[in-house]
């Protein structure tokens, strides 16, 4: 079982930053690639950006490119995300997820473990 709870959510102005953290605990993380997806009032469940297990691939969606940045700290069992220049359109609840593998995916259903998620609201 891997745990995961998120955290930094909020309310923020068009143009501004918010960083998310996803906190895992559980099995090794480190063996764990992990990814963020978001979901609007009414809209389905999307993919916004994964990395592999070391960090060392990442993916976005194309809707956030340029925009945000995925990492991860395996000493810390922490995955963030970076959003910058921030749209009413990026208002949604990001899930922070977990999936057994080394290398991440881009489909809901490629993820075993999922958080509880986070609002993150843009006024405009």
């Known amino acids: 079982q891997v745990q995961l709870v998120e955290s930094g959510g909020g309310l923020v102005q068009a143009g501004g930053s918010l960083r998310l953290s996803c906190a895992a605990s559980?099995?090794?993380?480190?063996?764990?690639?992990m990814g963020w997806f978001r979901q609007a009032p009414g809209k389905e469940r999307e993919f916004v950006a994964g990395?592999?297990?070391?960090?060392?691939?990442?993916r976005y969606a194309d809707s956030v490119k340029g925009r945000f940045t995925i990492s991860r700290d395996n000493a810390k069992n922490t995955v963030y995300l970076q959003m910058n220049s921030l749209k009413p359109e990026d208002t949604a609840v990001y899930y922070c997820?977990?999936?057994?593998?080394?290398?991440?995916?881009?489909?809901?259903?490629?993820?075993?473990?999922w958080g509880q998620g986070t609002q993150v609201t843009v006024s405009s």
């Open positions: 559980g099995r090794t993380f480190s063996r764990f690639a």
């Open positions: 997820t977990a999936r057994p593998s080394l290398n991440t995916a881009a489909t809901a259903e490629a993820y075993d473990y």
């Open positions: 990395v592999n297990y070391n960090g060392g691939s990442t």
